[in-house]
């Protein structure tokens, strides 16, 4: 009988250990790691914006580009008229 009061008594201070270890370690660690995640995710779709930015921005001067050209091209014409 002394065994098992013994054998009951370990099992208790173990699972006693155990549940402070989850509370004082795992339970931060989960936090943390949810937080990380979080930040990954609002990083990942800022970086998607910034990307169709850019993509738009890049198609924008494409076209100024191809203004400036005409542009260009007809005061070239001009010039040589008035010359």
């Known amino acids: 009988m002394e065994w098992l009061a013994i054998g009951g008594f370990i099992i208790a201070l ?4 155990g549940g402070l270890f989850k509370v004082a370690i795992i339970d931060p660690l989960r936090k943390s ?10 990083t990942r779709d800022y970086v998607d914006k910034t990307e169709e930015k850019r993509q738009s921005m890049a198609t924008k001067l494409a076209s100024v580009e191809s203004s400036v050209k005409s542009a260009h091209h007809r005061l070239d014409e001009l010039v040589q008229e008035i010359h």
């Open 14 to 17: 173990l699972g006693l250990c």
């Open 33 to 42: 790691i949810q937080d990380l995640h979080d930040l990954i995710v609002a």
